[in-house]
């Protein structure tokens, strides 16, 4: 009876994340810019998202294994990362802020500290690039320093 349970219970949360998501998504109203609008991202992340937690419902792990404690404490920084990066893209803007969770990132997917900075200084400045200067999407380069 409780094989998969946690599975299940994960799935469902995850489900009406992804509900919400396109919920919410419905509601954005633009009057300019880009013509597939700002509800495309949230709606494309709902699907797979609604599709995986169906799968997770549906088909559980019959034995799930819980804490493994190097892994948990990987998943730990990620996490943070993930919730502090959006803080720090005004204060360090963007390039440092993606170079910075980037290189935490790769260094927590087992890169070396070359590496991870290299992939880093790549992203960021790649990125940065790519969004600001290429396709023209105004991004915060570096914060305003008052004296």
Do not use: C
Request: charged share 10%; net charge neutral.
């Amino acid at each position: 009876m409780t094989r998969g349970l946690s599975d299940r219970i994960a799935g469902v949360i995850l489900l009406a994340l992804a509900i919400g998501f396109w919920m919410g998504a419905s509601h954005y109203q633009v009057s300019f810019g880009d013509p597939v609008g700002p509800a495309a991202f949230p709606k494309l992340v709902a699907i797979p998202l609604g599709l995986f937690s169906l799968y997770l419902v549906v088909r559980p792990d019959p034995d799930p294994q819980w804490i493994h404690w190097p892994g948990i404490v990987r998943q730990g920084v990620t996490l943070a990362v993930l919730l502090l990066y959006p803080l720090l893209l005004e204060p360090l803007g963007f390039p440092a802020s993606t170079a910075l969770g980037s290189m935490i990132l790769a260094r927590i997917l087992g890169g070396s500290w070359l590496q991870s900075v290299l992939l880093g200084l790549v992203v960021g400045g790649g990125l940065f690039v790519v969004f600001d200067m290429v396709l023209g999407l105004p991004l915060p380069f570096a914060p305003e320093l008052s004296f």
